[in-house]
C-alpha cells in the first residue's frame, strides 16, 4: 500500500533525508528461522523479506512473538509466509515526514520501507522520526532563546531613547 497523497509543495524533510539505506533483507527462501537468526543476531528488530530481489513482506519481532505465542509451535513449524506481513504499506522518496508520520499512527506501524519501482530504497523507523523531532525541538528551542534576546535588546533600546528624550527634552 503506498500513500495516495502527493507531497506538499512547502518544504519539510522529506524520505530520502532521513531513511535508513542499510536496510536488513532476507530471501523468502530462507524461512522462519533465518527470520529469527538474523534479529537475534544483529541490532534490528525488523527484516524486509524479499523475492527475487523484490521486497514482498516485512517480519518484526513483535510478529515473531505473535506467531509463537498464539501458535505454540516450535519455530520450525512455523512457515515464513504465515508470519510476515505481505500488504507493506510503504512510500516514496518523495513523501514528507508529517505524511509519514501521519501513514504509521493511522497504521499503527513502526517501520516504513521506502520504495520506488518496486526496488526497496530505504527504510524510516518510529525511531527515526522521534530523532528528527528532537532535532526540530532543539533548532525551535535555540531559535527561541534567541529571538528573547533579540526582544530583550529592542526593549531595552526604546527605554534608552525614551529616557533620553525625556531627560533632554523633544528638541
Same mark, same amino acid.
Given at each position: 500500500?503506498?500513500?495516495? =497523497? @502527493?507531497?506538499?509543495?512547502?518544504? *519539510? $524533510?522529506?524520505?530520502?533525508? /532521513?531513511? +535508513? &539505506?542499510?536496510?536488513?533483507?532476507?530471501?523468502?527462501?530462507?524461512?522462519?528461522?533465518?527470520?529469527?537468526?538474523?534479529?537475534?543476531?544483529?541490532?534490528?528488530?525488523?527484516?524486509?523479506?524479499? =523475492? @527475487?530481489?523484490?521486497?514482498?513482506? *516485512? $517480519?518484526?519481532?513483535?510478529? /515473531?512473538? +505473535? &506467531?509463537?505465542?498464539?501458535?505454540?509451535?516450535?519455530?520450525?513449524?512455523?512457515?515464513?509466509?504465515?508470519?510476515?506481513?505481505?500488504?507493506?504499506?510503504?512510500?516514496?522518496?518523495?513523501?514528507?515526514?508529517?505524511?509519514?508520520?501521519?501513514? *504509521?499512527?493511522?497504521?499503527?506501524?513502526?517501520?516504513?520501507?521506502?520504495?520506488?519501482?518496486?526496488?526497496?530504497?530505504?527504510?524510516?523507523?518510529?525511531?527515526?522520526?522521534?530523532?528528527?523531532?528532537?532535532?526540530?525541538?532543539?533548532?525551535?528551542?535555540?531559535?527561541?532563546?534567541?529571538?528573547?534576546?533579540?526582544?530583550?535588546?529592542?526593549?531595552?533600546?526604546?527605554?534608552?531613547?525614551?529616557?533620553?528624550?525625556?531627560?533632554?527634552?523633544?528638541?
Amino acid at each position: 500500500m503506498f500513500l495516495n =497523497k @502527493k507531497p506538499s509543495c512547502s518544504y *519539510m $524533510v522529506i524520505a530520502e533525508e /532521513i531513511m +535508513k &539505506k542499510n536496510v536488513v533483507t532476507m530471501d523468502i527462501n530462507e524461512g522462519f528461522e533465518g527470520v529469527i537468526d538474523i534479529i537475534l543476531n544483529t541490532k534490528t528488530d525488523y527484516v524486509i523479506i524479499t =523475492k @527475487k530481489n523484490k521486497p514482498v513482506g *516485512m $517480519v518484526t519481532e513483535r510478529d /515473531i512473538i +505473535k &506467531k509463537l505465542i498464539a501458535n505454540r509451535k516450535r519455530k520450525s513449524k512455523i512457515k515464513l509466509e504465515d508470519a510476515m506481513v505481505k500488504n507493506l504499506v510503504s512510500v516514496e522518496s518523495k513523501y514528507n515526514i508529517e505524511q509519514i508520520s501521519e501513514l *504509521m499512527q493511522n497504521e499503527n506501524i513502526r517501520h516504513i520501507p521506502v520504495i520506488e519501482n518496486e526496488n526497496l530504497l530505504g527504510i524510516i523507523t518510529s525511531t527515526d522520526i522521534v530523532k528528527l523531532t528532537n532535532e526540530i525541538h532543539e533548532k525551535n528551542r535555540r531559535f527561541s532563546i534567541f529571538q528573547n534576546i533579540q526582544t530583550g535588546v529592542i526593549i531595552a533600546f526604546f527605554v534608552f531613547l525614551i529616557g533620553y528624550f525625556i531627560i533632554h527634552g523633544l528638541s
